[in-house]
């Protein structure tokens, strides 16, 4: 809590300079707790914390707090039955998705903004994804939605409505006495590596009021970025290591069951 308080203090004397949306106001006070997460080898995954303050003295309004991964391309295939058996249809494609997104709220979203702004302002997942192929029965929804359910169960999207239903999950948005707020999102292992942003939103009678963003870095360190740049940067030369190294490997294998 004295952490909290101490950002928050931080908040409230300057509010960055962030991008927000380009037609309503960015006085709402935000910021992470840490900007920069560092992945090594033994990552099983982190929680970003984003804290803020309600700029409106009498704390009316409601707060949605989103942290979203990069867009990726994405396939969903929808099962049919062919002769008794049941197999993958053709594949419908979404040229960009996120790879991770996660909405907190201090009520329901749908209590707090109507389905139009939810669409608008991409509060939910479903709104990013872009189809890129056609959809075989002209039901885009479905697809939206089956890509949304694989991704939840991977723990890449999540929701939470108000505050955790136990100490124990962390995960959440909790509002303190004036207007201050927090918002904690679980970022499992399978998340990609990559720039996220936190968009905070003030909603008031259903329309937004004022918007805020802030980055959020995730990096590899030590060896596993020394690896990955390699692979990236010196494929070519990543392949000969790797062969040379799988050849040393075997050859002190048959070497070690050679003596005994």
Same mark, same amino acid.
């Given at each position: 809590?004295?952490?909290?308080?101490?950002?928050? /203090?931080?908040?409230?004397?300057?509010?960055?300079?962030?991008?927000?949306?380009?037609?309503?106001?960015?006085?709402?006070?935000?910021?992470?707790?840490?900007?920069?997460?560092?992945?090594?080898?033994?990552?099983?995954?982190?929680?970003?914390?984003?804290?803020? =303050?309600?700029?409106?003295?009498?704390?009316?309004?409601?707060?949605?707090?989103? =942290?979203?991964?990069?867009?990726?391309?994405?396939?969903?295939?929808?099962?049919?039955?062919?002769?008794?058996?049941?197999?993958?249809?053709?594949?419908?494609?979404?040229?960009?998705?996120?790879?991770?997104? /996660?909405?907190?709220?201090?009520?329901?979203?749908?209590?707090?903004?109507?389905?139009?702004?939810?669409?608008?302002? &991409?509060?939910?997942?479903?709104?990013?994804?872009?189809?890129?192929?056609?959809?075989?029965?002209?039901?885009?929804?479905?697809?939206?939605?089956?890509?949304?359910?694989?991704?939840?169960?991977?723990?890449?999207?999540?929701?939470?409505?108000?505050?955790?239903?136990?100490?124990? &999950?962390?995960?959440?948005?909790?509002?303190?006495?004036?207007?201050?707020?927090?918002?904690?999102?679980?970022?499992?292992?399978?998340?990609?590596?990559?720039?996220?942003?936190?968009?905070?939103?003030?909603?008031?009678?259903?329309?937004?009021?004022? /918007?805020?963003?802030?980055?959020?870095?995730?990096?590899?360190?030590?060896?596993?970025?020394?690896?990955?740049?390699?692979?990236?940067?010196?494929?070519?030369?990543?392949?000969?290591?790797?062969?040379?190294?799988?050849?040393?490997?075997?050859?002190? /294998?048959?070497?070690?069951?050679?003596?005994?």
């Amino acid at each position: 809590m004295r952490r909290l308080f101490l950002v928050l /203090a931080l908040l409230l004397c300057v509010t960055p300079a962030r991008a927000q949306q380009p037609d309503v106001g960015n006085d709402l006070p935000a910021a992470v707790a840490e900007e920069q997460i560092t992945v090594s080898s033994d990552y099983r995954g982190s929680y970003v914390t984003v804290f803020g =303050v309600n700029p409106d003295r009498r704390g009316r309004g409601d707060i949605v707090v989103v =942290v979203r991964g990069p867009n990726e391309s994405a396939s969903v295939m929808r099962k049919r039955q062919v002769f008794g058996l049941w197999v993958n249809g053709e594949a419908v494609r979404f040229s960009e998705a996120p790879s991770f997104f /996660a909405v907190l709220s201090n009520r329901p979203l749908r209590q707090i903004a109507s389905p139009e702004s939810i669409w608008r302002y &991409q509060l939910d997942p479903a709104a990013s994804a872009q189809l890129a192929s056609a959809v075989p029965d002209s039901d885009p929804s479905a697809y939206r939605a089956a890509l949304v359910r694989l991704r939840r169960e991977q723990g890449l999207y999540q929701e939470y409505s108000g505050r955790a239903a136990t100490p124990e &999950q962390r995960g959440g948005l909790t509002m303190y006495q004036g207007g201050l707020f927090r918002a904690v999102v679980r970022l499992p292992a399978n998340a990609p590596i990559a720039q996220y942003h936190a968009d905070t939103y003030l909603f008031r009678d259903g329309r937004l009021i004022s /918007a805020q963003r802030v980055p959020i870095s995730i990096a590899r360190v030590g060896i596993e970025r020394r690896i990955h740049d390699l692979a990236t940067n010196w494929s070519l030369l990543y392949g000969v290591l790797t062969v040379l190294l799988a050849l040393a490997a075997g050859w002190v /294998a048959a070497s070690l069951f050679r003596r005994t």
